[in-house]
């Protein structure tokens, strides 16, 4: 089969969360247990670290990812969803995963998968860890889909596990409170393996106390070790201070992020890379400083407070739940612009009227939808926000709402495209 054919297969043989959203979404690691068993475990054969989190995970991955390259070592790097080629997903010192592999592979086990009938989550999973163990490398940085527990990421044993931020997102999966997502994410701690917590939130923090004392796991709460204190923000970077114990310890750290909320993940990337440096992954200052430098070279990662053009300045981001939308806001907040045109699309099976309460009325609104059977029509969406006073008219897509809002938009304007991670990826040329 050729490449596309593959891809046509995949999505169309194997339930996809991201289309079609929580009835492609399987609770349980049978399924994987019986791909990685015909496989013969390769997840036995390399070493890797587990990164879970609501929000904040792909960043974490990606920062973590680029400082062992710059360290020297192979690194894996397994991330989802995809933005613009399914290889996305499957990196290797920041190169995807060649189309001809995933040919070759998905021919290999279509028998398989006759008999199991993985999602297409779960064979992804598979075909990764396939592709990591063949290719030797020293380390692999592999996210968690979707929760914790229960994802098809969790059949590993990593050097040391990572939970990013805890927030509101899938309750419909994950249940709805902070404390039952917590004990999800918590999930991925392992007997006797590391486990390190961004950023010490009280709702939770005795959550992941718990399960780690359970399975005799040391725990550490990052940001009561590393301290951040930014100190200059850029459209295309940002600057600063990291204390270790209240000791400086990088100072004019420069984060090729600049996005204000990489500040509540890097604490966690740090005491990760600690960790990593009793288990023989030696990791020095200046790797920190070329890594978080040079991460969107070295690693491909893009649509985080991603800069699309500067005339007008267009702005997108991934971010799509409560706590992610609130750290976008703030961060329009800071720019001071005249007037922001929001480009605007969600999924339906999300809780969409808490995000509409969060947006400003004063913006411009542009309403999208993505091309995938979970999106919200752009119409309904105009009509349920327009119920909290943000006006606006709908596209039938993200490019057509963007070139109206670039025709509307003044000197100094802002555009701003996000709402779902679907959304961002259909932009043209990002």
Known sequence: MTYQECIE??????????????????????????LL????????????????????KGSSSNMLAAILQSAGYKTGLYTSPHLKSFTERIKINGIDIPEDYVVNFVARQQNLFEVIQPSFFEMTVALAFQYFADEQVDIAIIEVGLGGRLDSTNIITPLVSLITNISL??????????????GEKAGI?????????????????????????????????????????????YLHSQVIDVYNQEKLYLSDLEVALSGIYQQFNLPGVLQVTSHLNNFNYAVSEENIRDGLKNILKLTGFKGRWQILSN?????????????????????????????????????????????????????????????????????????????FNLIGKSYPDVNQARIAAEEMAGPGDIIFIGGSTFVVAEIDGL
């Open 311 to 387: 005339n007008p300045l267009t702005i997108c981001d991934t971010g799509h739940n409560e706590d992610g939308i609130k750290q976008v806001l703030a961060q329009l907040n800071l720019l001071q612009a005249p007037q922001v045109h929001m480009v605007l699309g969600m999924v339906k099976d999300k809780d969409i009227t808490t995000i509409l309460q969060l947006l400003p009325d004063h913006y411009v609104y542009y309403f999208c939808q993505a091309t995938i059977p979970r999106a919200m029509p752009a119409s309904e969406l105009e009509e349920l926000a327009r119920e």
């Open 37 to 56: 068993a015909a496989l013969e475990n390769p997840q036995h054969r390399f070493k890797s670290v587990h990164i879970a989190g609501t929000n904040g």
């Open 169 to 182: 997102d899938h309750q419909n999966l994950l249940g709805n409170d902070l404390t039952t997502i917590a």
């Open 189 to 233: 701690i392992k007997p006797e393996i590391p486990v390190v917590i961004s950023k010490r939130q009280p709702e939770v923090a005795e959550v992941f106390q718990k399960v780690a004392a359970s399975k005799n796991a040391a725990i550490t709460f990052a940001d009561e070790v590393f301290k951040v204190v930014p100190k200059a923000n």
């Open 9 to 34: 297969y995949l999505y169309n043989q194997l339930p996809m969360f991201h289309r079609v959203g929580s009835s492609a979404f399987k609770k349980g690691l049978d399924n994987t247990v019986a």
